[in-house]
């Protein structure tokens, strides 16, 4: 959907010229194409490489991930891509000692590196593993007391103050949920504590969900999940080169000056060590959904009954990235690319994150270049990226888009990002106006086990969940389901490498995989994270991978060949509608609530319903929410859906105007996406640039939607709520002027 | 609120005279008596006769519990009432043997008397103890694989179906919890088990909830919950005698005749034990909300890789129980009775269930006599009951009411029943036309932690929990404590002594007791319910215990003493109004609930669905819901609330009426809730006469109002809703008639 607005003249007479041959690819009609390539798809292939490429450790800066990209580099270019390696130097810690022991009541050594698993051959080949470990936590050495701290999330510290707990001067113990990592210790950070435990709680990726391995897929007892706690709601990427690229020549900040660098240590560890922690605990017994699934009491602690020694100290030397970068020319539009990516670097062996689906983006790469060798030339250029240092903060994938920043947003049409694949459902997730080309490849592409299309079996999943669960069930989705028609993309927060393609540049992207079917929660960053695993509980034999790239490459192909990008900007308008009646509900409600609890407060209702064993005080008071004039907003979804409905009635009817007429339309629509950036970028945060997409500054993982107004409601900053307000509502205005413009060019003159 | 409307006209000229010296009693004004009844409460008095009377195990026939009744009798006639043991001969089973050890894969012997717990004398004191067992289960041996299944209630056997794992010749594994415990085993049955085991899991009464004893109140590891497995849901008490009482002379049932007995062996056992089973057990995973709380993978089981031997061997023969009845003769009034009741034989040394709940009666006997000593007389009678046998099947109470049925229709106007009392927030059931009288008294008596109204306090948790759990909230009962009214009584279901007052006789019935910041639910039981347990985790300094005969001595005095019984009928009409929506919005959700099934399975959205881990099939089709005629209960619904408002205007002017107009308005209105009886009974089980409240065939405790109707669609006997929509709507109309006719007593002459 990118080309610059400001399109050559020649681009434009080329587009003309070659406006139907790309309609009809050298190889076939499209169905006959998208069949070839399918017979070209191999679970044998992708059964082969992942357990070449997850025999050995794969983080940053190891050999096998080297290995891995030199690997891939050679196979690019034997299935006849232009391809080579991109290197990037990064600021990428590694733990030099890691200590966590208990020190009272008694001592006990805890943390170290996860025991070998009889079953799972890789388990016991753990050299060159990196012990668990959080990257980008604050070097440190402290002994405190302990309090637990649920999720570690916002409203948690909430829970702790009404009991009149504080985590200054202790160490946390945070279990791994509810929001994305790194934002538990910087949380605790923010509170006071002084270190910061995270641990999986087997209520979470364990018994309570799946067998622990090797039983079943659910995490073991001693079980580890190692992360990033780079604080990538700031800015992802190289912490010392934000928003340029991480080369030789680049100016970097020093890791004091770097704000994306904790200040205090960090260590994760299993729930077996955590239940060690747990059981001494005292203080308020906790109770509900504040609990885990431990079978014992569990106890909001920070007394001096229960200290904890922690001290880590890393190496914070640079390391290298490669980033595999393969290139299919187009043989019509050379400057509209599309881009494929997903990362190839690893916790340890990484068999399920990412290598299921880098096996699966392969599998694509080597079926289009069969493809390429029978004849068939793409109408536009493809690129495959295989990105190195994801895992650490998106360091590969950003470092390569901040570099290419300006060629990137000139030519990249669409980003199609895919990361670890399981099984079951198809979950897609991208920009608003691609959900009808999502939809009809899933119609397209049969699921593996039942032989229906993955579509159909998401709207089963969808109905019978509304039948099972009703009250966890969307009206929205089931109405959708059961009409047979398309179901909505999700939003995109972050987490893997689109992050940068969508959120900085506003590149329209997509995110996609399989999952629901699989446990590969229960190894996720890990040393289980193993081809044992992948082939017994996540995936066996690969199916999905196989489904995976059949599903994108059916993508890649139809915007490689497409006259025009398949865009349905009604979809987005629709979603966009969706977003502004959220943000106005939670403004609504948040003052309801607000003034509710005033009445109450007011009232000592919570001091007289407060409990003797566990009394809590009354919520904190944070004011009335105000009413805050959402007309602007309002009035720019108004516009973007009357443009919208206007544009893709001319699309629709686009082969009946004339060839110069068309590529005038299509130059249009291009770049629309990157009307969604203002360059002020979202508030305390200017890497984000996109008003309508971004993750959560306190979800990290999860996307919210209008994130200057709808955070600004939630955090209470009511004048960034307003003032993006006006911000957003210029950006949608502006999208939707570009559609009344592209909409005017295809009709008939007065 | 009971006379017989035939009342003779000697009792109404009695009556007219002595119209308003009934309320001007004679030791003063209502206030003044009541603050001297305050002043008489003893907490000193309360927690000696706890401890005495906890000494030692009271289960029906042993000594301690006879002792406790001749102390009780020896206590009331000091007090100045008139009072005798009345002596029945029920069918009580007391374990001879109780066997419980897994014998697949390795033999371990679980089973047998709960070890002493050092903090807690009482536990060390259990000679002359019964072992842990449940009352009224079929002696046999048995050794049989096991399934696990959850509650053990009807939706568990849909889950269990729908994974193909049947319960026919093996022993189920139920924890306790969802629906009452005797459905259990007999559900167990049904579906063709041949053996129950129940536990207590930690979920729902341990560390999820409270610490485990003794560092808190809840459910240590070996910890056992006792109790019946009666199918008291066809008709409660004596299982020889029903309908009448177990007199010498009365006519019995056979051991083998007697239906609420169960075919198979069952025993409780500890969440200790249970976890060994579960632990072995194979089969899927079980997950969500149907796993329990051990900090271990639960499976569903059903192989015979784990086989228990269950075998138990009864004494069945007949045993005596001793109610204690005491009585004060009212001087107006004297066939007017308040009876007001509480058990006192219990598990163990039952010191929170019952005798908490039983020395708060006491303290009002006490006080009462105390008042009486001094010069005070009540208008009506007073009966004071404490019964035996309750814990096996509400054996006392039932036999007695049934023994003296025609007396009590005549002249019980009210029964107020207690049971085990903890601390909190009020807990107040019972016959909708009594929500005032309650109210008014909560309004009067202080929570002894906050110092504000009872009333209040339950207010301001239904406030907190708006704005705390705002999903589970009741939006009917918040508007009621926002505006600081009324909250409406619970419907009674069972679980206590209420039962053949309101369900078989129709005498309007309250049950009341204070809860919600105990742990009783920890012990309850148990060789754990005893005196260390309840004054250090349930309530401290009977403090709660006092409030409870403040609170009840008031409801005693004001019946006693009142012109006529402080019923108001519009709040019952409105209760009724609310059970008619209900099970409309039932009919047709559950309508609405088939189509959409029926539309799922013919799309075979389950198949497409179904995971590979644990594929489970389609829901069972049971059909469609039909459309139901309500409008006989809508009328009569309708009919009840004009005559109520009618009724309700008329009483609230009737001082200013003609005493002989106020005697017949009495009369009319005494024995109206016999109304709510049909002699035809509930279907399936005739000793439920009330179309109003029954406890649920299915909930067992818990109520379901308009039984014969609700029952009917739930379980789809839908020829039984029908023609219980007639037999409802003809009591409602028969009630709404009573009151017409009372109204028409009060209206000034055409």
Request: glycine share 10%.
């Amino acid at each position: 959907m990118i080309i610059r607005p400001s399109v050559s003249l020649a681009a434009l007479a080329l587009a003309l010229v070659a406006g139907t041959a790309a309609a009809q690819p050298v190889a076939g009609d499209p169905q006959t194409l998208e069949k070839s390539f399918d017979a070209m798809i191999s679970t044998a292939d992708q059964m082969r490489w992942l357990q070449d490429m997850s025999s050995a450790p794969n983080q940053v800066g190891s050999p096998h991930d080297k290995a891995n990209a030199d690997m891939q580099l050679a196979l690019f270019r034997q299935w006849g891509w232009d391809a080579h390696i991109e290197r990037f130097d990064v600021l990428y810690p590694t733990p030099i000692s890691t200590t966590v022991e208990m020190v009272t009541p008694q001592r006990v050594i805890l943390g170290g590196q996860e025991p070998a698993i009889a079953a799972d051959p890789s388990s016991q080949n753990t050299a060159g593993a990196l012990p668990p470990y959080v990257a980008y936590q604050g070097d440190g050495d402290v002994t405190a007391p302990v309090v637990y701290v649920n999720y570690g999330m916002p409203d948690d510290y909430d829970a702790l103050e009404q009991r009149g707990i504080s985590v200054r001067g202790k160490i946390v113990l945070a279990r791994y949920g509810s929001g994305w990592r790194g934002l538990k210790p910087r949380l605790a950070q923010e509170h006071g504590a002084v270190g910061c435990l995270i641990y999986s709680d087997p209520a979470d990726d364990s018994y309570a969900e799946a067998d622990p391995y090797p039983r079943g897929g659910g995490r073991p007892e001693a079980g580890v999940q190692r992360g990033s706690v780079q604080d990538m709601t700031q800015y992802p990427g190289d912490p010392l080169t934000p928003g340029i690229g991480a080369t030789a020549s680049a100016h970097r900040l020093t890791r004091q000056t770097a704000t994306t660098i904790l200040k205090i240590p960090a260590l994760p560890i299993s729930y077996g060590d955590a239940a060690k922690i747990i059981a001494q605990l005292d203080g308020p017994l906790v109770t509900g959904a504040e609990r885990g699934g431990l079978g014992l009491a569990y106890h909001w602690g920070g007394s001096d009954a229960v200290k904890v020694h922690l001290a880590v100290r890393s190496d914070w030397s640079l390391k290298p990235v490669y980033d595999v970068i393969a290139v299919m020319r187009g043989s019509v539009y050379p400057d509209q690319w599309i881009v494929r990516g997903n990362h190839h670097d690893a916790w340890v062996f990484g068999a399920s994150d990412p290598l299921t689906g880098q096996v699966a983006l392969m599998s694509e790469a080597k079926a289009l270049g069969q493809l390429y060798r029978q004849g068939w030339r793409p109408a536009r250029t493809i690129v495959y990226a295989s990105w190195d240092g994801e895992e650490p903060g998106l360091l590969g994938s950003t470092e390569w888009a901040e570099t290419h920043a300006a060629e990137l947003q000139r030519k990249a049409l669409l980003y199609v990002n895919t990361d670890n694949n399981g099984r079951g459902f198809l979950g897609a997730e991208g920009s608003g106006e691609l959900q009808h080309l999502v939809n009809q490849a899933a119609n397209d592409v049969l699921d593996p086990r039942t032989g229906v299309p993955t579509a159909e079996r998401g709207r089963a999943a969808i109905l019978a969940a509304q039948y099972v669960a009703p009250a966890r069930s969307s009206p929205e989705l089931v109405e959708a389901a059961r009409s047979g028609g398309e179901l909505p993309l999700g939003a995109l927060g972050s987490g893997s490498d689109y992050s940068a393609f969508l959120q900085h540049l506003g590149i329209a992207s997509l995110n996609l995989g399989f999952g629901g079917e699989d446990q590969s929660g229960g190894s996720y960053h890990s040393v289980y994270d193993s081809y044992y695993h992948v082939t017994h509980f996540d995936d066996p034999g690969l199916l999905y991978g196989a489904a995976l790239s059949k599903l994108v490459g059916r993508i890649v192909l139809r915007v490689a060949d497409a006259p025009r990008v398949p865009a349905r900007y009604s979809d987005f308008a629709a979603q966009v509608g969706r977003y502004v009646d959220q943000v106005m509900t939670l403004a609504a409600s948040q003052r309801e609530r607000d003034r509710t609890l005033a009445d109450l407060r007011r009232d000592k209702v919570f001091t007289l319903a407060a409990s003797p064993t566990d009394p809590v005080v009354a919520p904190v008071d944070k004011g009335v929410t105000p009413l805050i004039d959402m007309l602007p907003l309002q009035n720019a979804s108004d516009h973007l859906k009357r443009a919208a409905a206007a544009a893709d009635s001319v699309l629709g009817r686009i082969d009946r105007l004339p060839p110069a007429t068309q590529a005038q339309i299509t130059a249009e629509l291009a770049s629309i996406d990157q009307l969604l950036l203002d360059p002020v970028g979202l508030p305390s945060r200017p890497w984000y640039r996109n008003m309508v997409y971004a993750p959560g500054t306190l979800t990290g993982y999860g996307a919210k939607t209008l994130p200057g107004v709808r955070e600004g409601i939630e955090q209470r900053r009511f004048d960034d709520a307003r003032a993006y307000v006006g911000h957003t509502a210029a950006a949608i205005e502006a999208y939707a002027a570009r559609l009344d413009a592209a909409a005017a060019l295809g009709r008939p003159p007065a």
